[in-house]
């Protein structure tokens, strides 16, 4: 499997916290660490119909997880079922949204 993601996104920090803990392998390709990774991600992202919704809301779409047949996905218990591990518990979640605890009103 292939992982588009960056420091700066929270959500995939937590998933690079999971991947560690863990101990499973995964190709991780940092968006933000060049800009051959950069422009790698964008071939996807500006020509794949998968990420319309995340272009209109303004978001970027990541983490991108990427199987080997070349299936998408931006869910992460999907992408682990892939490689055969289980769903994500909430206690392996290392960093929160002040959304997630407090509630955005």
């Known amino acids: 499997m292939k992982v ?3 420091p700066i996104c929270i959500d995939c920090r937590n998933y690079r916290a999971i991947q560690k ?6 190709d991780y390709v940092d968006i933000t660490e060049n800009t051959a990774n950069l422009k790698e991600f964008l071939a996807i992202r ?9 272009r209109e809301k303004g ?11 070349g299936a998408k996905t ?3 218990d999907e992408a682990l079922a892939w ?15 002040a959304c997630d605890i407090g509630g955005c009103r």
């Open 4 to 6: 588009y993601g960056t």
């Open 21 to 26: 803990s863990r101990g499973f392998a995964a």
């Open 46 to 54: 500006d020509h794949d119909p998968l990420f319309a919704p995340q």
């Open 59 to 69: 978001g970027i779409g990541i983490p991108l997880f990427v199987r080997e047949d």
């Open 74 to 76: 931006f869910d992460l």
């Open 83 to 97: 490689i055969g591990q289980p769903p994500v518990r909430e206690e392996e979640i290392v960093e929160h949204r």
